[in-house]
């Protein structure tokens, strides 16, 4: 559980979030996510057109990057709430306490900085659209007081009794396997058939044809405006090189990649629009000082370490006894106790 000292650290950072959430406001990247021609998002743009009037709980899954913000934004926008702000969580950036006091508000005085009432998510959004990303990220108490919101469309505050009634439209987003998630206990099964009521699976871009392309050029020209620079467009290389690639990281890595390259590229054609790349961390070589050391009791301790350190630097009783830290001595003095005892065989 959250600790009273990390309530009251995450206070202020909390009013300014909670303070831009009450200003109508896109999703970031929804215009972008949704440009394209392809069928797979005729597909998505229908899929919004018929279910924005209704009041059914809808849960978006989908690849990270793909554009479920953007999906939610549109069924909102849509809709007969779209005159009152569509209010996002990612519920995943926040922990389990503030989470609670995020999505609910909170009672002057439920734990330490509480200095007022804070009226919560779901009161800003009482007659408009609740989008709540990264569902599956949310803890088990929440997940508990999530479900009888969405039964009883009823809460009450932390630290308080009184009943708030509300009347919110809600979309879930999430990138998990909620079934999988629900099999291994990590999430309610009641709490995932109340959410998935309406479920539609965003595509990812590599399904997508040439929304790629199109993508790139939408990104090109904002970027290239943002940057104070002029492009006359991509060469065919780089046109194919895109078409090509998988783009795993989906709509959000191609808009890092290109612009990179707008950034990079004094034009007038961009030849190279390198894809996010991961490199691995180098696997640290453990040092004989590093190695986990069996044993119960000091003598056996000591002994190992100079039977490990004596192997790694090939038998050197010179070089071992630097890396310890003793007496040259003292190492052979080891080794000949080992001899004695039959150990080793005599030099």
Same mark, same amino acid.
């Given at each position: *559980?959250?600790?009273?000292?990390e309530r009251q650290e995450h206070l202020e950072?909390?009013?300014?979030?909670? !303070?831009?959430?009450?200003?109508?406001?896109? /999703?970031?990247?929804?215009?972008? #996510?949704?440009?394209?021609?392809?069928?797979?998002?005729?597909?998505?743009?229908?899929?919004?057109?018929?279910?924005?009037?209704?009041?059914?709980?809808?849960?978006?899954?989908?690849?990270?990057?793909?554009?479920?913000?953007?999906?939610?934004?549109?069924?909102?926008?849509? @809709?007969?709430?779209?005159?009152? %702000?569509?209010?996002? /969580?990612?519920?995943?950036?926040?922990s389990e306490g503030l989470l609670e006091s995020?999505?609910?508000?909170?009672?002057?005085?439920? $734990?330490?900085?509480?200095?007022?009432?804070?009226?919560?998510?779901?009161?800003?959004?009482?007659?408009?659209?609740? &989008?709540?990303?990264?569902? @599956?990220?949310?803890?088990?108490?929440? =997940?508990?007081?999530?479900?009888?919101?969405?039964?009883?469309?009823? $809460?009450?505050?932390?630290?308080?009794?009184?009943?708030?009634?509300?009347?919110?439209?809600?979309?879930?987003?999430?990138?998990?396997?909620?079934?999988?998630?629900?099999?291994? @206990?990590?999430?309610?099964?009641?709490?995932?058939?109340?959410?998935?009521?309406?479920?539609?699976?965003?595509?990812?871009?590599?399904?997508?044809?040439?929304?790629?392309? *199109?993508?790139?050029?939408? &990104?090109?020209?904002?970027?290239?405006r943002e940057n104070g620079k002029t492009f006359?467009?991509?060469?065919?290389?780089?046109? #194919?090189?895109?078409?090509?690639?998988?783009? %795993?990281?989906?709509?959000?890595?191609? =808009?890092?990649? /290109?612009?990179?390259?707008?950034?990079?590229?004094?034009? %007038?054609?961009?030849?190279?629009?390198?894809?996010?790349? $991961?490199?691995?961390?180098?696997?640290?070589?453990?040092?004989?000082?590093?190695?986990?050391? %069996?044993?119960?009791?000091?003598? *056996?301790?000591?002994?190992?370490?100079?039977?490990?350190?004596?192997?790694?630097?090939? @038998?050197? !009783?010179?070089?071992? #006894?630097?890396?310890?830290?003793?007496?040259?001595?003292? /190492?052979?003095?080891?080794?000949?106790?080992?001899?004695?005892?039959?150990?080793? #065989?005599?030099?």
């Open positions: *559980m959250t600790t009273a000292l950072t909390l009013d300014a979030v909670m !303070a831009r959430a009450k200003q109508p406001r896109a /999703v970031d990247g929804a215009s972008d #996510a949704l440009v394209g021609a392809s069928p797979a998002m005729a597909a998505v743009r229908a899929f919004a057109a018929k279910i924005a009037g209704a009041r059914a709980t809808v849960l978006i899954t989908g690849e990270t990057g793909t554009g479920k913000g953007a999906l939610a934004e549109a069924i909102h926008r849509l @809709g007969p709430r779209a005159s009152k %702000p569509l209010v996002a /969580v990612h519920c995943a950036s926040l995020e999505l609910f508000g909170h009672e002057r005085g439920s $734990f330490t900085g509480a200095d007022r009432r804070r009226i919560g998510r779901f009161e800003q959004a009482d007659g408009a659209t609740l &989008f709540l990303d990264e569902i @599956g990220e949310i803890p088990e108490s929440v =997940q508990v007081r999530l479900l009888r919101v969405l039964q009883e469309r009823s $809460f009450e505050r932390v630290g308080g009794n009184e009943t708030v009634r509300v009347d919110v439209r809600l979309i879930a987003a999430t990138n998990r396997d909620l079934e999988e998630d629900v099999e291994s @206990g990590r999430f309610r099964g009641d709490l995932r058939y109340r959410l998935d009521v309406v479920h539609f699976a965003m595509p990812p871009l590599r399904d997508r044809g040439d929304d790629v392309l *199109m993508l790139a050029r939408h &990104f090109l020209e904002r970027c290239s006359a467009g991509f060469t065919d290389a780089a046109a #194919a090189r895109m078409r090509a690639h998988a783009w %795993p990281g989906n709509v959000r890595e191609l =808009q890092n990649a /290109v612009e990179r390259a707008v950034v990079l590229t004094e034009g %007038p054609w961009i030849d190279d629009v390198e894809p996010t790349t $991961f490199v691995a961390a180098p696997k640290i070589q453990r040092t004989p000082q590093e190695i986990a050391i %069996p044993g119960s009791t000091l003598a *056996m301790i000591q002994r190992h370490a100079v039977e490990v350190t004596l192997a790694s630097v090939g @038998g050197s !009783a010179e070089e071992a #006894a630097k890396i310890l830290g003793v007496s040259v001595e003292a /190492v052979r003095g080891h080794e000949r106790s080992r001899r004695a005892a039959g150990e080793l #065989a005599s030099p």
